[in-house]
């Protein structure tokens, strides 16, 4: 599913008017798009939360691998992607589409049972047939039993719970949401992160703490509104322990 990060907190961005010129400036870009390739087998899916938490861990994995940085292989489209909109796209494979997948350069994030492949940006008209090929719809998943609560140490990206999407919209949600958590974080909170293995929870927020949530000073996700659901709506805040630890007390 086609999802595009529109807003929300950017780094150097104190203010509405230059997120609005940073907004411009993303929209003038040349458009890449982050594929995300999830493995769904018709006898034996991925729970959804699984899929979703895979999904967002995905995306840090590639932005913290070396590859991405520095002069590394993929670090110019990284760079270029990352100047633009943060689109990202989740397609779905099985059998041997998967194994097709799985033989482009790219990273494979495993979790309880889903397994996500995620590979370097590339221009949107720009897609491997290997990839292109694939199906965007038939990503709908479920849980067979309630997720627990997130552990109360662990960064949570809380979705907004008055919005029906699709797993596979949720998926590249998830993932928008881990992207502005990392851009936010110092490298030290990084390094951290990473090294713990990206540990992070993806939840339905209550109805009654998604508008608190929201105005919390996190990071929001708003979509572009190019599928399923308005533009401008927010989908996902980013709570992770060490962004909410730095926002100002509140009266």
Do not use: Y
């Amino acid at each position: 599913m086609t999802s595009t990060e529109t807003a929300g907190q950017q780094p150097g961005n104190s203010s509405a008017s230059a997120f609005t010129q940073a907004a411009n400036d993303r929209d003038a870009a040349p458009q890449f798009v982050l594929p995300l390739v999830a493995r769904i087998e018709k006898a034996d899916p991925p729970a959804r939360t699984d899929a979703l938490e895979t999904a967002a861990r995905a995306v840090l994995v590639l932005l913290s691998d070396e590859r991405s940085a520095g002069d590394g292989e993929w670090a110019a489209a990284v760079r270029d992607w990352q100047d633009a909109r943060i689109r990202k796209v989740v397609r779905r494979a099985r059998g041997a589409e998967w194994r097709r997948a799985g033989a482009l350069p790219g990273i494979t994030v495993t979790g309880a049972r889903a397994e996500v492949r995620v590979f370097p940006p590339v221009p949107l008209d720009g897609w491997p047939k290997e990839l292109a090929r694939l199906q965007v719809s038939g990503t709908e998943l479920d849980d067979p039993e309630p997720p627990g609560a997130p552990a109360p140490d662990r960064p949570v990206l809380w979705l907004n719970p008055g919005l029906e999407m699709s797993a596979g919209k949720e998926m590249a949600q998830a993932g928008h949401a881990a992207h502005l958590a990392w851009w936010e974080l110092s490298g030290v909170e990084r390094a951290a992160w990473r090294a713990a293995g990206f540990p992070l929870s993806v939840r339905s927020a209550a109805a009654a703490e998604w508008e608190t949530l929201t105005r919390s000073g996190l990071p929001v996700v708003q979509d572009a509104g190019f599928t399923e659901i308005a533009p401008g709506s927010c989908t996902v805040v980013a709570d992770h322990p060490a962004l909410r630890g730095a926002l100002p007390p509140t009266g």
